[in-house]
């Protein structure tokens, strides 16, 4: 089953490499060719194929909103119902290869996701009141979807209300430790705190935002392709050129490049790790944590 599954991944590789075009009608064409490309290749070589039928399309319906909203602070009540018309049609749209649910699915996605960014920026910006008797539910699968856009704002004020208490209870327990140990150590009172904890909260979801604004349209439907490929079991998926390239160097134990793990933090691209045995550590220089500011090729001019 395992090699099955690896050579449905080349062949949609393969696809993807052949139907690289620009326009838009070609585009089209290209994931039309490779939605029926893991159908087909899933149904003819997986050893337990489904009928794709409208149980299959509710199955689909269900996972793909449990992937894109599991916590259920995006979608509302009647967001669910505009997307419910679809449910038994995503069958047909698969053996088509039409990608109208998703579509639809993602423009919501995108609206409400530009929706929530403004509910903790604007919440945030105001103390709480820990004084009020409040509760909430932070187990997903108990939760009903927001009955409206009021509703989804409030449980985003209370998830942020959530955070910063947490971030304020660790925050007081740092100040009464240096306080015990008083060598310059400097007391702030609880608005303070709450302040400072407030502002590390937002950082927290500003860097939140920025990772889903680098989520793109690709990515996002590589994970709907997924979910079609997941109903058959959880270990059936299909990979996007990235992920093909990543599971090649899983598998092959060879890496290409510099050799190093990159990641984004306040701004700048920071050196996290050195591959060992890799170009960057071999050579030497490069090392944990340092900050990438420009990038240059050969004797070419640095770049940002």
């Known amino acids: 089953m395992r090699y099955t599954k690896i050579t449905l991944f080349a062949v949609a590789f393969s696809v993807l490499g ?79 290869g039409n990608y109208g649910f998703f579509d639809k699915a993602d423009r919501l996605y995108a609206n409400r996701m530009e929706m929530v960014k403004g509910f903790y920026k604007e919440i945030l910006t105001q103390p709480f009141d820990f004084t009020v008797d409040e509760s909430i539910e932070l187990k997903a699968d108990e939760m009903p979807w927001a009955k409206d856009e009021k509703e989804l704002k409030e449980r985003w004020r209370k998830l942020l209300k959530y955070n910063v208490l947490s971030r304020l209870y660790t925050e007081l327990d740092l100040q009464e430790k240096s306080e015990s140990n008083p060598a310059g150590a400097s007391t ?14 937002m950082k927290t979801y500003d860097d939140w935002a920025k990772r889903m604004d680098k989520v793109d349209l690709d990515d996002r439907r590589s994970m709907f392709l997924n979910v079609i490929t997941n109903i058959y079991d959880p270990h059936t998926g299909y990979f996007p050129p990235a992920d093909k390239e990543n599971f090649d160097i899983q598998m092959s134990g060879q890496l290409e490049g510099i050799g190093a793990t990159l990641q984004e933090k306040d701004g700048y691209i920071q050196v996290s790790a050195i591959v060992p045995g890799s170009a960057c550590y071999r050579q030497g220089e490069l090392q944990e944590d340092d900050i990438i500011l420009k990038v240059a090729q050969g004797k070419a001019e640095p770049v940002d």
């Not at 702030?188 to 909260?201: T, Y």
């Open 18 to 96: 052949l139907f690289a075009f620009r326009s838009v009608n070609q585009e089209q064409a290209k994931d039309e060719v490779i939605m029926k490309l893991i159908v087909q290749g899933v149904n003819s070589s997986h050893y337990a194929p489904f009928e794709i039928d409208d149980t299959f399309s509710k199955n689909v319906f269900k996972l793909y909103l449990d992937r894109l909203d599991y916590s259920k602070r995006y979608f509302t009540v009647c967001d669910i119902e505009s997307l419910r018309t679809d449910e038994t049609i995503i069958d047909d749209q698969i053996k088509d």
């Open 188 to 201: 702030k009172s609880l608005a303070e705190l709450e302040q400072d904890a407030r502002v590390k909260v």
